[in-house]
């Protein structure tokens, strides 16, 4: 994208004199903060070869505000602003743009440092989900079919092994072995999600800390990055929350002996989700709270080396064998947590 066409999307939102920086990161979509004499923005580019839908995920977003405001009106939801021509959603060749007010004296945070940190993290997105419990749910609509489903990963990941990519299943097979070995999780997966007892919420889908916005002392304001806000189990919010917030380094630390369990900010996590959701959350997803971790974990080794396997085509990379060393990091932190929760 160059910057003309930058530009022709801040003439169709008004904005003038603007200033513009990137400060994110994420893997998939692209995100900007503006500064305009109208004011300050989050600009946002979707990847619309991973998000084929976008009005899909705006009508999500429409609902879910239109909904929070009748039912809990001082709950804080961002929801886009629209064009000079009233439109939410700008669209470009394979790619959609859309803009959200900034809200001021809010920070993010980029990694888990304390458990308390953890703590409000989890209560945060119970608290999104728990003021959904009544949605309608069947209204939200899927905004990427199956992306949490673990038989279907685990049946790309078989198929990328059986490719031809002989190099890089040379290169992997330490891993790939190590994978098979896991599969009883994909039995274990299949059981969950069978069991009446595992309820469909409304769940974000990407519960890392970035996306959350924090007030100046640290407490949880609101959730944003809602592309993937749609039904769900309530393993996949709590798994990503153990795959994200546990170990003192990312999935995208190369250094695999600095990866941890740090016990106190399992516990936090625990702690600050049921608190929250306790009237709600049932016996059945209690007694798979952990499981939801060795689920998430497991699934994003699968989905790393998987990419590793089709030549990067999804996560991109920044040096050669990028995918595969996330993939080991994912599976290094999936038998240390399970050795800390077994
Ligand atoms: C992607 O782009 P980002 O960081 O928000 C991915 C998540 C993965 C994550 C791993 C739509 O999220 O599922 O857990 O990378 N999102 C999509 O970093 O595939
Ligand atoms: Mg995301």
Request: charged content about 20%; some cysteine.
């Amino acid at each position: 994208m160059n910057a003309n066409q930058l530009i022709s999307i801040f003439d169709l939102f008004g904005w003038t004199n603007v200033h513009s920086s990137t400060i994110t990161s994420g893997l998939i979509n692209h995100t900007w903060k503006i500064d305009a004499d109208q004011g300050e923005f989050i600009l946002q580019r979707i990847n619309t070869n991973i998000f084929a839908s976008p009005e899909k995920i705006d009508a999500n977003i429409g609902m879910i505000a239109a909904y929070l405001e009748k039912k809990s009106p001082d709950y804080l939801f961002t929801i886009p602003v629209t064009t000079i021509d009233g439109n939410r959603l700008v669209e470009a060749p394979n790619q959609v743009f859309r803009a959200f007010n900034y809200i001021p004296n809010t920070n993010t945070i980029s990694v888990v440092e304390t458990a308390d940190q953890a703590k409000e993290a989890a209560q945060t997105f119970a608290s999104f989900t728990k003021a959904l419990i009544d949605f309608p749910i069947d209204q939200l609509h899927i905004t990427l079919p199956d992306f949490h489903q673990l038989d279907l990963r685990y049946h790309q990941f078989e198929k990328a092994v059986q490719s031809n990519n002989s190099d890089r299943i040379n290169q992997s097979k330490a891993i790939i072995h190590a994978l098979e070995n896991q599969k009883n999780l994909v039995n274990q997966f299949n059981q969950y999600i069978a069991n009446k007892a595992a309820y469909k919420r409304v769940m974000h889908h990407d519960t890392k800390i970035s996306n959350i916005l924090f007030d100046e002392r640290g407490k949880g304001l609101c959730v944003i990055d809602l592309d993937t806000v749609m039904p769900g189990f309530l393993f996949s919010d709590v798994g990503d929350m153990f795959r994200t917030y546990i170990s003192p380094v990312s999935e995208e630390e190369q250094n695999l002996d600095k990866i941890e369990v740090r016990k106190d900010f399992v516990e936090a996590i625990y702690e600050g989700y049921t608190s929250e959701l306790k009237d709600a959350i049932t016996q059945f997803e209690l007694d798979h709270f952990y499981l939801s971790g060795e689920i998430l974990i497991y699934m994003q080794s699968l989905r790393f080396i998987t990419d590793y396997l089709q030549n990067d085509v999804y996560y991109g990379k920044k040096y050669p064998d990028h995918n595969l060393v996330r993939a080991l990091n994912q599976y290094r932190l999936l038998e240390l947590f399970q050795a800390s929760t077994h």
